[in-house]
């Protein structure tokens, strides 16, 4: 997650009845300089082809320029070249932990890969699939809802997409976690836009921990032709030990205080996930299942 951005594990062209599978890794709230979990699981990057993903809170305590020199280059940084990052909200703060900055650090590491500087949000395809990265930073990326410069964006290039049978999103914040003050209604307009569109599969960061739920709708009800969500804040930073299932609906696996990587195979209908622990731990949560 070499030099190709897509590992094609049998290229084929169009209506050759071939299949071909991308490979996507990655995870959420990784680096810091007060500890060495992101080099535990940077090294599991470089095990793992493919695009690499970030699912926010890239770096801590904040967003600065120094802490993405100092702490995330030396670790993930050395897959710069073939990582789709998404913001936190640890990006938007400053030094005395105030969101107040526009994450320009931020957007000055990753540049083009980061999407539109001051936005955050943009797509691309691997495979057979379509990718959406959002901005869940509602407040500072123009707002969440559907008729916000982000919905309609989002409106408007899931439309334009439509030709993909398989659709996968991932942004900082779920809608549904374990974690205490986790959760965050404000990004259910993304969920009620990539369900109308048939979207198959949401990953999010957020809550330091690893969560799957099954298929369901905006409104958590379970359902065959609903998302599944996986939360990976599994990066490197620790903490998020309380679980709460006040906020959990449809949840079927949730481990706290490990580190790893979230790995998804991404086939031509259907895609296979399998949670990768830093070496010296053991759980692991694998998976598969076809697209809508």
Known sequence: MLVACVTVLLSAGPGSGQTRTATLVGAGDIASCSQSNDSATARLLGNIPGTVFTLGDNVYPYGSAENFRNCYAPTWGKYKKRTKPAAGNHEYYDENYNSTTAAGPYFDYFGRRAGVRGEG?????????????????????????????????????????????????????????????????????????????????????????????????????????????????????????????????????????????????????SYAWKFVPVAGETFTDSGATSCH
């Not at 990265?133 to 439509?162: F, I």
């Not at 048939?198 to 998302?227: K, Q, W």
């Not at 949840?251 to 205080?257: D, N």
């Open 121 to 269: 949000y943009y797509s691309y395809d691997r495979g057979a699939w379509h990718i959406v990265v959002l901005n869940s930073n509602c407040d500072k990326a123009g707002g969440c809802e559907s008729d916000s410069p982000q919905g309609r964006w989002l409106r408007n290039d899931l439309a334009n997409n439509a030709n993909h049978q398989c659709t996968l999103a991932y942004f900082h914040r779920p809608l549904y976690s374990t974690g205490t003050n986790v959760a965050g209604q404000d990004v259910k307009p993304f969920w009620d836009m990539l369900h109308d569109r048939d979207a198959d599969l949401i990953v999010n960061g957020h809550a330091h921990r690893y969560e799957r739920f099954a298929p369901m709708t905006p409104s958590g009800t379970s359902s065959d032709n609903g998302i599944r969500q996986i939360v990976a804040g599994t990066g490197g930073q620790p903490g998020g030990d309380e679980v709460s299932l006040a906020d959990a609906p449809n949840l079927q696996r949730v481990k706290t205080g490990v580190f790893g990587v979230l790995r998804l195979n991404l086939r031509a209908d």
